[in-house]
């Protein structure tokens, strides 16, 4: 074992490679947990409401993926990532040919691409382990908030908690810094939704989005705050403005925040510190 990390530590190149195409898997399993968490959060309040238990199993397992319209079961050579996509089935069910998104092959492929500049950032180490498993979050996190306005407290809390472990043993910033990281991320937009609501009787952002930057405050420290709060507002007025410009997005409809702080919570992660010193150099 020994000698394949040490292979894999010299030769970066290799690494990225084994790295993206693990992660094209991950980026499968990763459209089950995008379209079934919302769900799984659906039936759970139908039940609390009713009262009456569902009659069958429906978790990230149960049951197995099929067609929605004919009700195929995917077999596995219909689930490779890409290649059964683009090769096989031609972005159709071999079933009843009814077309199958292209958000599938897309999670997959995005899946693999943020894979490469982890390595490359961190090297083939269990901190690259670490990343990868904080983008894939960040990956489902940012898809639900854009199919339902939702961030799932499954997916941020667990990220919350698994900064704070991490930073226990300083992995990515000391544990002082990431308690103070999660408790200012949390307060600063808890803060900005109760003013923007008393003055104009509207909810700017869910509480998915407070929980959301705490998490990236513990992973990341009390310090990294104000450029992901940056990153994440700038990167959203110019999507916010392109948008409208494609006629795609009127300036006055709601959009999502949790994407715009999953693009600055990753790539604070990677490359924050840089960034601080470029910002700094450029004001002193």
């Avoid at 596995?76 to 059964?84: D, F, H, Q, V």
Wanted: charged share 10%.
């Amino acid at each position: 074992m020994q000698l394949y990390l040490d292979f894999f530590s010299t030769h970066l190149l290799a690494a990225t490679l084994i790295v993206a195409l693990f992660s094209l898997l991950v980026g499968s399993f990763l459209n089950v947990v995008i379209h079934r968490i919302p769900l799984m959060m659906q039936q759970q309040w139908d039940t609390e409401i009713s009262g009456v238990q569902p009659t069958e199993k429906f978790n990230l397992v149960t049951p197995h993926s099929h067609c929605p319209k004919c009700q195929h079961k995917i077999k596995w050579y219909e689930n490779i990532p890409l290649l059964s996509y683009f090769l096989l089935l031609r972005g159709k069910c071999s079933q009843c040919k009814t077309a199958i998104s292209l958000r599938y092959p897309m999670v997959e492929l995005l899946s693999a691409l943020i894979s490469i500049p982890v390595v490359y950032s961190f090297g083939f180490s269990y901190i690259s382990l670490f990343a990868l498993l904080f983008a894939w979050v960040l990956i489902a996190l940012t898809f639900i908030d854009l199919d339902h306005f939702l961030l799932p407290d499954k997916l941020t809390l667990p990220l919350l908690w698994a900064g704070l472990l991490l930073n226990t043993q300083n992995v990515f910033t000391s544990l002082e810094s990431a308690v103070l990281g999660a408790a200012v991320g949390y307060l600063a937009l808890w803060s900005i939704y109760w003013v923007f609501k008393l003055v104009t009787g509207k909810e700017g952002m869910g509480y998915g989005d407070f929980k959301l930057l705490a998490a990236l405050g513990a992973w990341m420290g009390l310090a990294a705050l104000p450029m992901i709060i940056l990153l994440s507002s700038v990167s959203g007025v110019i999507i916010a403005l392109i948008l409208s410009v494609c006629k795609k997005q009127q300036l006055d409809n709601p959009i999502p925040f949790g994407p715009y702080l999953t693009i600055a919570g990753f790539v604070s992660l990677l490359w924050g510190p840089a960034l601080n010193q470029y910002y700094l150099n450029l004001i002193l």
